[in-house]
């Protein structure tokens, strides 16, 4: 197992009282999985990415354990994390448009934070990695300005998987690429697994489609929860938990983000995470909800690598 | 469809949200107190005080400060609490008219630069730019020496005039990123006037942005108000605080050690223009949920 | 790679300098013609007072500079002449003066106190505003003691200066640029006197300044240290020694546009500095010219006060470009 988290929760402060955007999450991944990371906007995606490499000023670890490579990883623990941030988990951010710094040379700064992460540059396997990506060497030798979104995007996960992490974390990296650069992206991105520059990797997205192109497993979030994770041709084919189901089902022509469409097929909204309704989370929206949902339903392994939390499933 | 007459909820829960941070704001609250308190004692205390004329002599000269004479008079028997009262009112009234003219002229030029684009943003600027450029206080200097009778009114018209360009390219900018907005498109479908799209629709969405901006031209009109007054351009009738620098280091204060002549204005002066800044960044906080301590 | 844009940038401001120029000029020449009042006569009426042998000089005088027989062009167009030929009229204060003599002899004066003052408490406010940025302790000392500063008005502080260190203290002197009892020269004794009576002015300057650069500089720091580059160098767990290096260097760009919108604040400060202590510069130049009526000396000292702050903006510019490569590549960066 390379990555094992265990009943994770994530609050996060507000003045209206603790928010709790991840409540109690568990999974595993293996070596080599591409997990992808599904769900409507505040379902807990991000801030499970989030609290995997760097949580930010407002958010609080509230319980559970993460596990790396079969090291506890102290997500927690700011300072603790530094060791493993960079060299265990590493990012490609939401916003890698505007993630380097604009007055440095993309080289120049290539080698400051390498250095200052006490690592000496391989300028040959930079070479290497960025003609890969289909980028020109001269890059390193432009300002992030000069280069094109689809450009500056590709840079940024060069630079993220520069010391071969084992688990690496992409949020939301395709949303602002048009389709043919998603396309691109989606191609490096399994190069960089093939290639055992990273050994696992999350892919939060908001685009299931794309995510079962790329993705080995899909976990679909619901409300701080984990609602449905399996094989990513099961979640498509055969979806067991009746909000993967309708997710799938409103599923609009591939490439077109449901997120756009407002979710035309499921009527209402996720209850608000300050204080969670007890029971199923999904109960006020689900069209089979019955009496027991009532009582908040377990994530069951109902086949090999099928997990659901539903006790219609 | 009128969009305007009742806010959207979601606009309400902002504003009561903003509300609820600005009480709750030190640097706010201690700033618009000592402003509220500065201008209070601006607006009551010369009516308390009661004199015909704040510059007569009341009193033996040079007498330190006294329960009789609570800051003291001037080497002419003036009494410097009388004056500073008096002159306290004066410095609000340049800083609100000035930095209340600024503002109009701000805006007009920022937003109709802003929303409009084009020619009319290319003139505009390079006006604003102009402008920008050249030394306020220099201009102001041959202005008001060639004004043989110089009024509060009048100094304070020059300085808004003067002083406007920053903030009229900050709101420039600003109208510039919510022009092409849902709502101002929705508007302009709607057959909205431009006046009507910037009154209605562009100015209450920065608001508070202009709010803040009055606050700091304001601020700075009490500046350049109590410079000019103190290089002896200051109005040629009554007081002011500026004018009571000029004074006291023109008859010697310095030298004859009479600080209560030239600390109570120079420190009346501080304390409205610093507490306006301090406000400005508290107001600040409130308005920009990232700048809010955690 | 680039050139044509920096080409452009420059173009553009100097058209913007050129312009404001003119219209600085154009001001000059209009306001003593359209302000109520006949001008000659009121400048010879309060004349005759303090000069009564020069009247007669500055009557013919006047008469031929304002040109009124003239149409109003060719009085225009003679201003200008007169302006390219460094002919800015005769001073009434210390006549007959060129104006242009009398001010060259206290430029030197001006820019001896607002460079140091300037350059240091812009290097000086920037660096500690940046490091007191995010900083719980130091930020809340800091904070509060620039705003109290940058409040402050210049001839306050200088005032108080004047008093606590020069008056009450006695260790500086309170007035002129070097002593009453020496005659400038080129010894140590002259430049120890020069300095000795430079140190309070300065300090005022420089002080009243820091607070404002500390404060700026503070606030462009969080927003820098809040952007997606620095979070992402956090995230792959760069030290934040090397993200605030990153920050200031990005920080430090609106700074240099902050100064140049600066400028004018500055040369106010330093006129009324200069009043306190009747420091021989522009500013007590100034004084002595409205105290006077001296009106060619005060548009005289107004046309040196716009040229130095057209070309200190042209420096700052050059400084922007050769700091910012987003100018030299062509993409926006610096507006304005």
């Given amino acids: 197992m390379s990555l094992r988290v265990n009943d994770l929760r994530v609050h996060y402060r507000t003045l209206k009282g603790e928010v709790k955007a991840l409540d109690g999450v568990s999974f595993t991944m293996a070596d080599g999985e591409i997990l992808g990371l599904a769900g409507e906007s505040g379902c807990g995606k991000t801030t499970l990415g989030k609290s995997l490499i760097r949580m930010d000023g407002r958010m609080r670890h509230a319980g559970g354990t993460v596990e790396l490579d079969g090291r506890n990883l102290p997500v927690g623990d700011d300072r603790a994390m530094n060791a493993f941030r960079f060299h265990e988990v590493s990012l490609i951010p939401q916003y890698s448009m505007s993630a380097m710094n604009p007055t440095r040379r993309i080289g120049k700064m290539i080698g400051e934070l390498l250095r200052s992460r006490g690592v000496t540059l391989d300028t040959a396997e930079l070479h290497h990695r960025i003609d890969l990506v289909g980028l020109p060497r001269e890059v390193l030798s432009r300002y992030p300005i000069e280069l094109s979104g689809g450009m500056k995007q590709r840079m940024v996960m060069v630079i993220s998987t520069l010391l071969d992490p084992s688990l690496l974390i992409a949020d939301e990296i395709t949303s602002a690429l048009d389709v043919s650069t998603q396309k691109a992206v989606v191609k490096a991105m399994l190069g960089f697994r093939d290639n055992g520059f990273v050994k696992s990797m999350i892919f939060i997205t908001h685009d299931l489609a794309l995510t079962s192109n790329l993705a080995d497993t899909v976990m679909i979030m619901y409300a701080g929860k984990l609602a449905e994770k399996a094989p990513a041709d099961k979640v498509v084919k055969a979806p067991r938990h009746p909000y993967t189901q309708l997710l799938i089902n409103s599923l609009p022509e591939i490439g077109v983000r449901y997120d756009q469409r407002k979710l035309a097929g499921i009527p209402g909204s996720p209850p608000s995470l300050l204080n969670p309704p007890k029971g199923c989370r999904f109960r006020d929206r689900c069209p089979i909800a019955g009496g027991e949902c009532a009582e908040e339903p377990p994530v069951a392994e109902i086949e090999p690598d099928h997990f659901v939390a539903c006790w219609k499933a | 469809m009128t969009t305007t007459t009742t806010l959207p909820t979601e606009e309400r829960v902002v504003r009561r949200e903003a509300l609820y941070f600005a009480v709750r704001n030190t640097k706010l609250m201690i700033g618009f107190g000592i402003v509220l308190f500065l201008l209070l004692v601006g607006i009551f205390g010369p009516i308390l005080a009661n004199v015909e004329d704040p510059n007569e002599y009341v009193a033996a000269a040079m007498l330190p400060p006294s329960s009789e004479h609570w800051f003291g008079t001037t080497t002419f028997g003036q009494d410097v609490f009388t004056q500073f009262v008096y002159g306290l009112r004066t410095t609000f009234v340049a800083g609100a008219l000035g930095g209340g003219i600024a503002a109009v002229i701000a805006m007009v030029i920022g937003f109709v630069a802003g929303y409009r684009g084009g020619w009319v943003d290319e003139i505009l600027n390079m006006l604003t730019n102009v402008v920008l450029v050249i030394p306020t206080l220099a201009v102001l200097l041959i202005i008001n020496a060639y004004l043989g009778i110089r009024s509060v009114g009048v100094q304070a018209l020059f300085i808004g005039l003067t002083s406007w360009p920053w903030a009229a390219r900050s709101i420039r900018a600003q109208t510039f990123s919510l022009r092409n907005r849902e709502f101002v498109d929705l508007a302009r479908l709607s057959g909205m006037t431009t006046r009507k799209i910037i009154t209605r629709e562009i100015a209450p969405n920065m608001s508070s942005y202009l709010f803040m901006t009055f606050i700091l031209l304001f601020g700075g009109s009490i500046l350049i108000a109590s410079s000019l007054d103190f290089i002896g351009l200051g109005p040629t009738e009554g007081v002011s605080l500026g004018l009571m620098l000029q004074n006291s280091t023109q008859w010697s204060a310095l030298q004859l050690g009479l600080w209560w002549w030239f600390v109570p204005p120079g420190a009346g002066i501080t304390a409205v223009v610093g507490a306006l800044y301090v406000a400005n960044v508290g107001l600040d906080e409130v308005f920009n949920p990232k700048l809010r301590e955690t | ?336």
């Fill in chain 3, 1 to 336: 790679m680039g050139r044509p844009h920096v080409r452009r940038y420059f173009g553009r401001k100097l058209l913007i300098y050129g312009l404001t120029f003119v219209v600085a000029v154009t001001v000059n020449w209009m306001i003593p013609r359209f302000m109520p009042g006949d001008p000659v006569a009121s400048m010879l009426a309060r004349a005759r007072v303090s000069q009564p042998a020069a009247v007669e000089a500055m009557r013919t005088y006047y008469t031929n500079l304002f040109g009124f027989d003239q149409p109003i062009w060719q009085q225009y167009l003679n201003f200008w002449g007169a302006l390219f030929q460094g002919d800015f009229g005769i001073s009434i204060w210390v006549f007959p003066t060129p104006v242009a003599d009398v001010i060259l002899a206290a430029v030197p004066y001006t820019l001896a106190l607002m460079i140091p003052s300037v350059l240091l408490s812009y290097w000086v406010g920037n660096r500690f505003g940046a490091f007191a940025a995010r900083r719980k302790l130091l930020d809340n000392t800091v904070l509060p003691v620039g705003y109290i500063l940058t409040a402050t008005p210049y001839m306050w502080l200088a005032v108080i200066l004047a008093w606590g260190l020069g008056v009450v203290a006695g260790w500086f002197p309170v007035a002129g640029g070097y002593s009453f009892s020496l005659q400038p020269s080129w010894s140590w004794e002259f430049f120890l006197d020069l300095l000795h009576h430079w140190i309070l002015p300065f300090l005022s300057l420089f002080l009243v300044a820091l607070g404002g650069w500390a404060i700026g500089m503070r606030n462009m720091i969080i927003y820098e240290l809040e952007s997606d580059y620095s979070n992402y160098l956090s995230a792959l767990g760069a030290p934040s020694r090397l993200i605030r290096r990153y920050a200031y260097r990005n920080a430090i760009l609106p700074q240099i546009t902050g100064l140049a919108l600066q400028l004018g604040v500055l040369v106010a400060g330093a006129l009324v500095t200069e009043i306190v202590f009747s420091y021989p510069g522009l500013g007590s130049l100034i004084l002595k010219a409205i105290q006077n009526q001296d009106f060619f000396l005060l548009q005289g000292t107004f046309m040196f006060i716009v040229i130095g702050v057209l070309v200190a903006n042209f420096l700052i510019d050059i400084v922007y470009v050769l700091i910012d490569p987003r100018t030299r590549t062509g993409m926006a960066g610096a507006q304005a």
